[in-house]
């Protein structure tokens, strides 16, 4: 029996909050699941059920009013999470119940007294004391240490061990201590110790409240006499009831085995990547059948197979598809289906003309992947007019899937397998024979040029047609020929970078090893933890499986503690630039080019952002110096050419201060005013003198806060505050910003009309959650619909400057590349003396991508590396 209120809580604190892409938060869902997963491999439970509280009011409230009135709202980040957790137990086929006006306790200890009068053994899982009342000789109780992953196993002798009692004296205990947490106010004066002293002697409370001549202790006597009533009341209060009116058989929670498929599904969704690892997900359903269609294999090219407006498709099954691998080639028009041979196509100059052929139109299907798995083969595909991956994500985002298949079967046809079937999954994925193969690629051609016409249709009546056309799809030929040029790297440079580090660390050991008093390992967790809390004596924030943790949060706590802990801080973040900066940067290097070449994801975020992939070189780290310093191994890839990096400056405030048409922002940015000693002074209302580091930091955190959705609890977390002084300063905040306020509630009613929320250049985020009756997903629906359109619109911007800095670079007949984009960043190479035209057209062009009520401001910087262009 699993305590589920308690679970999801524990699980939230003790884990940073994660999100997946689509936003949503999953530390509770995740920190719940890894419990499960441990409870069914160790426990391998024949029943099993998951109880959780209702509501916020029970049976307990009508003996006491105040009962758990302290408690603190339940952060947002959390209450979305529930439902999540209640549909992760759906596809695990658990039962999980609730009960109006009992609490899960109640539930728990109902059936545990049935299951005890059958003989059953029990089990109950939670992070609450207060079920310790139940062990029995057959209920056993396992209670979470600090976190998740560590439980403390409780029976009758480990209860009596632990506190001299036995179990069912601990409802006593509770009368006489209270517990802050459930607001149960026991006896003033009285804690754990005087309350187990006193029954120790007497038995319980009664007996206590009959016996008080007996008791040692004026003042104890007196408290005693005076709360008579209160104690009675607080172990009236604290008993589990054990008789409530559950409305389920014990038969009812038997465990039987779940669908792995229905886990796995949830488990994409949600992005727990090491949990699905637990899962053999090789077997893959029979599809239905699938329509035979008519084709040939190629054994000659000519114009006529080739045609002048067909569908293509480039097969490449690597995800890193930098000189991968392809597999095929299938073409569909008005003349037939065709499938052509790798070596065929690559050998034919009739092919490669077609290619390059600006007015052989091709429909295609994932342009980037394509123009660049066919570039490094020495083809250059010009002349794509459609890309249904790009069309089906500018339609829906939010879908799980954009492969062929699914964008069929979304669109109600069954016309192609999914690449599954034909390929396998992981570690078991091959290529098949040439009649399968061409059969599946010839039926994903065919799929692209059937729909090619309905799709555009859609994005027509989506007001989204400019949006593709204009913007996304002239990016993807971008971002490939960005991609395949690549950044230079010196190499030598990154290797000394390596070196430096590797002595700076050896330093600091020897330093953390004088400190300590002796040599020990200081990335053995186990070894660290005996040095920091045997040896030291600094005290014990939070225990693991292992012992004592040691992990960053924890060590930042204990900062001012001993100057041991920031050397070791030090250490581990110089350790992790070294492995995974240096190291993990030296092994992409290309072997020819000496160049990193990244993928960009251009369909993957719900927002439109931009991410990079294989390396990530959006996230090199720029808070420590010695981070920074990696970007001086970025440099130009020609003798005399400098790096140029230009980004924009606060645009998603820009962003809000138009969208949200308010006249305070719209006044301080077209002023020039730094927009956070601006809100500093409108909302702790002093002047510009009198505006604090601490204010502006303040005012800094709140103003990025809104732009994605901050809660007071997020607020509290990022600065250190309670959540109330935090929910008072968001107040402020739109008190001081009536047009960002009018802006957050209009935008979430368009998203209840519409069911969407659009970008100034009509990106669509759907949100389905809006009108949801479950307050939890509606609040985190509400929360997007606030967000996206600025995040978005911002993305949308720098993704237009890209297009229109492309094109002036060619016409102005520059040599100068647009090498990456980072945020609201983007870096160029270009010779030396084209230097003075990047200062002009680059801020000129950035700019002018979009005009706002506020001007677009863009900082630029240049040099011999990408870290002097900062």
Request: with cysteine.
């Amino acid at each position: 029996m699993i305590d589920g209120n308690s679970i999801a809580y524990r699980a939230f604190f003790a884990l940073p909050l994660l999100n997946n892409d689509k936003g949503v938060y999953t530390n509770a869902v995740y920190g719940f699941t890894t419990m499960l997963l441990k409870i069914i491999e160790e426990e391998k439970p024949t029943h099993l059920v998951v109880a959780f509280d209702a509501g916020k009011t029970t049976f307990r409230h009508e003996t006491f009013q105040e009962y758990k009135g302290g408690r603190q709202k339940t952060p947002p980040e959390l209450s979305e999470q529930f439902p999540l957790i209640r549909e992760l137990l759906d596809a695990f086929q658990i039962k999980r119940y609730e009960k109006e006006n009992y609490e899960a306790d109640d539930i728990i200890g109902t059936l545990a007294k049935k299951a005890s009068e059958k003989e059953w053994e029990v089990k109950v899982f939670s992070g609450d004391k207060d079920l310790l009342q139940l062990v029995s000789p057959k209920v056993t109780v396992a209670l979470t240490r600090k976190g998740i992953s560590n439980v403390d196993t409780y029976d009758e002798a480990v209860v009596n061990e632990k506190y001299g009692l036995t179990p069912k004296q601990i409802i006593d205990m509770k009368g006489l201590m209270g517990d802050p947490s459930d607001n149960i106010p026991g006896v003033p004066g009285v804690g754990e110790k005087t309350a187990i002293k006193l029954l120790k002697e007497f038995g319980s409370v009664e007996k206590v409240l009959e016996s008080i001549e007996s008791i040692s202790g004026k003042k104890l006597k007196e408290k005693l006499v005076e709360n008579r009533q209160q104690a009675l009341m607080s172990k009236e209060l604290a008993t589990i009831f054990c008789e409530a009116p559950v409305d389920l058989s014990l038969e009812d929670l038997t465990f039987r085995e779940y669908e792995e498929k229905k886990v796995v599904s949830l488990f994409k969704d949600l992005e727990f990547q090491s949990l699905l690892q637990r899962f053999s997900t090789d077997e893959v359903e029979n599809e239905e059948t699938i329509e035979k269609l008519e084709f040939t294999i190629v054994e000659e090219i000519n114009a006529e197979i080739l045609g002048t407006d067909s569908a293509i498709v480039i097969e490449v099954l690597d995800e890193n598809y930098h000189q991968a691998d392809i597999h095929g080639i299938a073409i569909v028009n008005e003349h037939g289906r065709y499938f052509i041979p790798t070596e065929l196509a690559l050998s034919s100059d009739v092919f490669k003309t077609w290619a390059k052929d600006k007015d052989a139109k091709k429909a295609i299907f994932d342009a980037k992947k394509a123009v660049v798995a066919l570039g490094w083969k020495g083809v250059i595909l010009e002349g794509i007019n459609f890309d249904l991956f790009l069309a089906s994500y500018i339609i829906d985002p939010s879908a799980s899937s954009h492969e062929v298949a699914d964008i069929a079967n979304r669109k109600g046809k069954r016309i192609v397998a999914n690449d599954e079937t034909i390929y396998g999954k992981g570690a078991k994925r091959s290529v098949p024979s040439v009649e399968v193969l061409a059969e599946h690629l010839v039926n994903k051609a065919n799929t692209v040029y059937t729909l090619r016409q309905e799709i555009v249709e859609e994005l027509t009546k989506n007001q989204q047609k400019e949006l593709y056309y204009e913007l996304e799809m002239p990016l993807s030929i971008i971002l490939g020929k960005m991609e395949m040029d690549g950044v230079k790297v010196d190499v030598e440079q990154l290797k000394n970078m390596g070196e430096d580090l590797n002595t700076q660390l050896k330093k600091l050991e020897q330093e953390i090893h004088a400190l300590a008093g002796l040599q020990f390992n200081i990335n053995s967790p186990k070894q660290l933890g005996e040095v920091l809390f045997e040896k030291l004596n600094l005290p014990v924030i939070k225990k693991t499986k292992t012992g004592a943790s040691t992990s960053a949060d924890v060590l930042e706590k204990l900062a001012d503690k001993h100057e041991i802990i920031p050397s070791i801080l030090h250490y581990r973040q110089l350790g992790k630039l070294n492995s995974t900066y240096i190291e993990g940067l030296l092994k992409v290097v290309h072997k020819d080019s000496h160049k990193i070449h990244t993928m960009f994801n251009q369909a993957l975020t719900q927002t439109g952002r931009l991410s990079s992939t294989e390396p990530n070189l959006q996230n090199i780290p720029i808070r420590l110096e010695e981070g920074r310093k990696i970007r001086k191994a970025f440099v130009p890839s020609k003798p005399n050419w400098i790096m140029y990096a230009a980004d924009y400056s606060q645009i998603e405030l820009r962003v809000l201060a138009h969208i949200a048409n308010d006249s305070n922002l719209i006044e301080a940015f077209n002023k020039g005013l730094d927009i956070h000693t601006k809100t500093a002074m409108d909302v702790f209302h002093v002047n510009q003198t009198e505006v604090t580091d601490l204010m502006r930091r303040s005012a800094k955190a709140v103003n990025f806060g809104i732009v994605y959705g901050i809660s007071d609890y997020g607020l509290s977390q990022s600065l250190g505050i309670t959540r109330k002084e935090a929910g008072n300063f968001i107040e402020r905040y739109l008190d001081s910003f009536p047009g960002v306020k009018d802006y957050m509630e209009n935008i979430v009613q368009e998203a209840r009309e519409n069911g969407y929320v659009t970008t100034l250049l009509h990106r669509r985020r759907f949100l389905p959650e809006i009108t949801s009756r479950n307050f939890n997903l509606r609040s985190f629906a509400e929360r997007t619909a606030m967000n996206t359109p600025i995040q978005g619109t911002a993305a949308d911007i720098i993704k237009k400057a890209m297009v229109d800095i492309t094109e002036r670079i060619e016409n102005e007949g520059m040599e100068a590349k647009l090498l990456l984009q980072v945020h609201d960043e983007l870096i160029f190479e270009a010779p030396k003396e084209e230097l003075e035209k990047l200062k002009e057209i680059v801020p000129e062009v950035m700019e002018g991508a979009i005009e706002l009520k506020v001007p677009l401001k863009v900082d630029y910087a240049f040099g011999d590396s990408w870290y002097d262009a900062k």
